[in-house]
Structure formats: structure tokens, C-alpha cells
């Protein structure tokens, strides 16, 4: 009996996933009480509860049509899965399960906005999240988190206690900085420390997801952290521009050279639709990074459109997906956040 529900649930695969829940490890058990009743136990690998319930459905269906006889009690428990350790020389992961990298080939495409809705959309769906500003040269996650003037204080062993906006705990040298028009005139063994000393010396607490909104390029700060942190998976943010698809694909390479795996691109700014009329345009291009996710094989997670509310949600530090989710740009990182949640379940 065990064997013919195992090849039964081979048959379903998570919401906007492409591997099946036996192949992912997450039955946990099948306990058969009689010939014609079970309880599975499973494990789902995001937050969002209703993709839970999805999977749910899914299972009852595929077991009624090969199964009709059988009489299933399901029991799920929502577990985001601890990522993989692509670098040899990462510090040990303590209590965070995903490490996970936001970069781009250049700057102006939004990365940091895509970072800060990214892990309010998280922790939204009831996740554990912290936001890490490695963009030393620029850090505006701060400003976009409402975060103007900040005190932080120390653990009694020393820690730095990051600060906390929307459920998601974060920490920048924005906040160490007192004066925001302050530069920072820092080379590349100060960098690694400062990088090193961002995932040792702050207390993270346990974390479901470390978002780690990088500098743009291919620098000294990605190759720290790609050494350093044990990163489950790098998403690239590009505009559909070709200018921008051209040097995003160097961030991808960068991450391959490192063994860090592509958890997916997003394509911000992918189209403009008229408040007025309706009428959408393609300022930046069509379908850039669609057809650069067929041609390097990775995912495309989702793209997000060009809209004055998200630079507004951004100037009052309360990014669109807090401020208004269900736009269309709030809905578009809800459903990047979920494509992401999954991706990185199939990594792990």
C-alpha cells in the first residue's frame, strides 16, 4: 500500500515548481491503519499558507483517481528547508535556514526596491526574515524601510541587535553611519571584514531567510559573500533593456564561478500601463529577460511593472508590498516571493 501512494505522489509537483514531493523528501511518513485508511504526514517548504492548502488538494485528487477506495488523513507542518552549502569557505549557517543573494549587473534597475519588497512579502506570508544591506557604497535599505535615525544596540556579548520594520530585521551600514550623506572610503580587505563581521557579529536570531541586497557589479563584496556566507541561491535583477540583460549576464557568471546556484531573475520595470487610458507600453524593451532565462536555463520568477506607486512606497519607507499588496506591483512580489519560496525548496 505504502508503495502505490508513493507512486502516486510522485505524480505531483509544488505550486510553479518542477520536482515532485517524493523526490524533495517532504513525506515524512504514511502510516496505514487498515486496507482502506491512511495518514501521510508532509512537509511543505513555504510560508504561504494557501500554496499549503494547494498541495493538499492536489494530493486528495491524484489518490482519489488512483486510489478511490483509500480514505486519507492529511498532516502538513509548514518547514522552510535548511539550503545548501555551495562554498567551501562559508562560516557555519547558526540559525538561518536560506541565505539569499539579490544582485545585478548594473545599477538603476531596482535591485534594492526588488530586495526590501521581497522580504516584506516574505514575512507577510508568516516568515522569519532578515534583509542584509551589502551595498556599502549606496545603502538606501534604511530610507526604504522607514528607517531615518537609528540607536543600535548590542547584545551583552557584544552583537549588533539589527532593527526591525514590517517583520523583517535589518541591518546596514546605513545605521552604522550616523550621517546619511556620509561616504565611505573603504577598499576591498575592509570590505570582506565589514561583510564577515555582518553575518558573525549581528544577531540575527533564528531566520527563515537572510535577503542580502548586494552592490551592483561584479566587485570585491560579492566575491566576500560568495566565499563567506553559505548561499542557497542568487537571484539577478535586470530591466528588459538590452544594455541591462547584457551585464546582468556577468552577475550570473560571477555566481557560477563561485558554485552559488541562480535561483532565478526578475525583470523589473517590464512594462508601464497608463493610469488613463490602459494602454501598456514597453518602455525598456519586451520579454528581455524571458528569453534570457530560456537561453541561460534558469528561472524567470516574475516580472514587475513600472509604476509611480512603488517609488512613492519606497520615499515613505513603506514598500508597496506593506503599503498596498494588492496592486499590481504588490501582487507581482507576492507571486515572486512564492516562485522564490519554491525555487529555493528545489535547491535545498
Not at 500500500?1 to 504514511?30: T, Y
Not at 500554496?51 to 488523513?73: G, N, V, Y
Not at 552549502?85 to 539569499?100: C, D, G, H, M, N
Request: proline share 6%.
Amino acid at each position: 500500500m505504502k508503495e502505490k501512494i508513493l507512486q502516486a505522489l510522485k505524480k505531483i509537483n509544488l505550486p510553479d515548481g518542477s520536482k515532485d514531493l517524493v523526490s524533495l523528501n517532504l513525506v515524512k511518513d504514511i502510516i496505514v491503519k487498515d486496507e482502506k485508511n491512511v495518514k501521510i504526514s508532509l512537509s511543505v517548504p513555504t510560508p504561504f499558507e494557501d500554496m499549503a492548502w494547494q498541495i493538499k488538494d492536489s494530493i486528495r485528487a491524484t489518490l482519489h483517481q488512483e486510489l478511490p477506495e483509500l480514505i486519507c488523513e492529511l498532516e502538513t507542518v509548514q518547514e522552510i528547508p535548511y539550503g545548501k552549502i555551495a562554498s567551501e569557505t562559508a562560516l557555519p549557517r547558526k540559525s538561518i535556514k536560506q541565505f539569499v543573494a539579490v544582485a545585478s549587473g548594473k545599477g538603476g534597475v531596482g535591485k534594492s526596491t526588488v530586495s526590501s519588497n521581497l522580504a516584506c512579502a516574505l514575512a507577510r506570508a508568516g516568515a522569519k526574515v532578515g534583509l542584509l544591506d551589502a551595498d556599502v557604497y549606496g545603502p538606501s535599505l534604511p530610507i526604504m524601510l522607514g528607517i531615518k535615525r537609528a540607536m543600535l544596540l548590542t547584545t551583552e556579548d557584544h552583537k549588533l541587535i539589527p532593527m526591525e520594520r514590517y517583520g523583517v530585521k535589518i541591518m546596514s551600514v546605513g545605521l552604522l553611519l550616523g550621517d546619511s550623506h556620509k561616504s565611505l572610503l573603504w577598499r576591498g580587505p575592509m570590505l570582506h571584514n565589514l561583510m564577515q563581521q555582518f553575518l558573525e557579529d549581528v544577531e540575527w536570531g533564528e531566520l527563515d531567510y537572510l535577503i542580502m541586497d548586494l552592490p551592483p557589479g561584479t566587485g570585491d563584496i560579492q566575491m566576500s559573500l560568495g566565499q563567506l556566507a553559505p548561499i542557497s541561491g542568487a537571484v539577478i535583477v535586470s530591466t528588459p533593456q538590452d544594455l541591462a540583460l547584457n551585464v546582468a549576464v556577468k552577475a550570473v557568471d560571477l555566481f557560477k564561478a563561485l558554485k552559488v546556484p541562480i535561483a532565478g531573475l526578475i525583470e523589473n520595470m517590464s512594462y508601464y500601463v497608463c493610469p488613463k487610458c490602459g494602454d501598456r507600453q514597453d518602455i525598456f524593451g519586451t520579454n528581455g529577460a524571458e528569453n534570457m532565462s530560456k537561453e541561460l536555463q534558469v528561472p524567470l520568477l516574475g516580472a514587475v511593472p513600472l509604476e509611480i506607486g512603488i517609488r512613492k512606497a519606497g520615499d515613505k519607507g513603506t514598500p508597496i508590498a506593506v503599503s498596498d499588496p494588492e496592486s499590481p506591483a504588490g501582487e507581482a512580489f507576492d507571486t515572486i516571493a512564492r516562485r522564490l519560496s519554491i525555487r529555493l525548496a528545489e535547491l535545498a
